[in-house]
């Protein structure tokens, strides 16, 4: 109890630091079988007739060091630190630092929950709901995580199949137990494969190395002729060909053999939740069929972008499955063409393609609508929102060329990009494109005057279609 509102001159405790006590700096929270330590600064007094006693609880705990020091008006002060081993049962414990004084009418006092340095590692285990020696191929068994008899109360649970996250949409609730720790369960319904699966429980609490416990799922043979054995098939479904930004994609979940029609399927991109789903359920003998679908909006930023299928009886999971977007995603590139001269009298014709995915492309140069035989190919650069960006550089040499030259640069997503070069002007006063609505866009600089434009744009497109570019 800190008392503050003493007479001045009366001795108290002296609070530079937290609640009178000095923890070290930098210091982060203890595990079990570490000691800390605690000082406890009092004063001013007018005499050394004080005395310092520390309580873990009830019981007194020796000090480990005290000393005394006085101010310039001859007041004294008296530190006490104090070493406490940590057992894991101080949740609900405390340090307090007690001082008297032959003048005062009771003693000074101060006390710090332990808890506040103490921090427990959980015990681990992962246990499921059905016999391994019978688990069938396509079973679905629910595995529980536990762990127990943890502080404080901040950890995060997750799940790994093969090494792999496994993406969760709940977070499990913490209980407190009496001794003031923590315990938690978090449940995963994972389906029996024949080859067999790795499940991981992670838990990751603040400042330690996370831990973890494995189980193996595996599936026994099955007698023949034993009864009829019912088997539930998931699958999620997109389109068969890419789409581009602005556009949507539908994706569709089927499932045939549950054994209840009280099912939810939810769809989430990037952890929020797409409205206008559609789910159907459908009887089918003694089971139901369930399809579900929802249109999910592309947009250019969508590379990295996740759908997670998430379907749930009552407050089991049934089901989910992550779907990366770039799988259905098709960004065309911006393609831009420019020309440079150099010392040696080349121009430099530099085709930039920009921000297109997937990263498979194909650059082709063309002079006069004739391929060039070119072995090397330019790889593309993956820029930080995971799209691609590809840079290509011709040389050309127009000082024996008595009229225009025109190179082309073909890329692959059907873009098409020319240059117009003249001999000796190396300007360009124009950038000319034919209309998207043909199968290639191509650029134009013309190096010729203005008043001319249109009968060389007419001449450039009748030259490409005649060599059917």
């Not at 405790?13 to 609640?19: C, E, I, M, S, V």
């Not at 499955?321 to 080349?346: A, C, H, W």
Request: include cysteine.
């Amino acid at each position: 109890e800190r008392r503050d509102l003493l007479p001045s001159g009366v001795p108290r405790f002296l609070l530079p630091f937290l609640g009178g006590f000095l923890l070290p700096s930098g210091r982060g929270r203890t595990t079990p079988g570490n000691s800390v330590p605690f000082n406890c600064t009092a004063g001013p007094f007018n005499s050394t007739n004080f005395n310092v006693t520390w309580l873990k609880d009830s019981d007194e705990h020796p000090p480990s060091s005290q000393s005394q020091m006085t101010d310039d008006k001859g007041r004294y002060f008296v530190t006490s630190k104090v070493l406490v081993l940590l057992t894991g049962k101080e949740v609900l414990s405390q340090i307090t630092c007690q001082v008297t004084h032959g003048h005062l009418a009771e003693p000074l006092q101060m006390t710090l929950n332990l808890s506040e340095v103490l921090q427990v590692i959980p015990t681990l285990k992962i246990t499921m709901d059905a016999d391994g020696t019978r688990i069938q191929v396509h079973q679905r068994v629910n595995l529980t995580c536990h762990a127990s008899h943890f502080y404080p109360a901040s950890v995060q649970i997750i799940w790994m199949e093969n090494r792999h996250k496994i993406p969760t949409v709940e977070s499990p609730q913490v209980t407190r137990n009496p001794d003031g720790t923590y315990s938690l369960e978090d449940t995963l319904q994972a389906e029996v494969t024949l080859n067999g699966s790795e499940f991981s429980c992670w838990v990751v609490q603040e400042e330690q190395p996370p831990i973890q416990a494995n189980i193996t799922l595996q599936a026994k043979a099955s007698n023949r002729g034993k009864g009829r054995m019912l088997t539930t098939s998931n699958k999620v479904e997109g389109p068969l060909q890419r789409a581009e930004p602005g556009t949507s994609i539908q994706l569709t979940y089927t499932s045939s053999g549950l054994h209840t029609r009280q099912v939810s399927v939810t769809w989430l991109k990037n952890k929020q939740e797409l409205p206008k789903s559609k789910t159907l359920i459908l009887a089918s003998g003694d089971t139901y069929n369930v399809t579900s679908s929802v249109l999910v909006p592309l947009q250019s930023d969508d590379m990295n972008s996740e759908v997670l299928c998430h379907v749930k009886h009552k407050l089991t999971t049934v089901f989910q499955k992550t779907i990366n977007l770039d799988q259905y995603l098709r960004i065309p590139p911006t393609v831009t063409v420019s020309q440079s001269s150099t010392p040696s009298g080349l121009v430099a014709v530099t085709c930039l393609v920009q921000r297109f995915y997937p990263q498979e492309t194909h650059l082709t140069w063309l002079e006069h609508c004739h391929a060039l035989k070119r072995t090397d190919q330019p790889m593309p650069r993956k820029n930080r929102d995971g799209s691609y960006t590809l840079e290509s550089l011709h040389l050309v040499n127009v000082s024996r060329q008595k009229s225009e030259w025109l190179v082309t640069c073909r890329v692959q997503h059907q873009h098409t990009c020319s240059v117009l070069i003249k001999p000796h002007s190396m300007a360009s006063s124009a950038l000319w494109c034919l209309g998207p609505g043909t199968s290639t866009l191509t650029f134009v600089a013309f190096l010729l005057g203005v008043k001319v434009l249109l009968l060389v744009s007419f001449t450039v497109s009748y030259v490409c279609r005649r060599w059917k570019l």
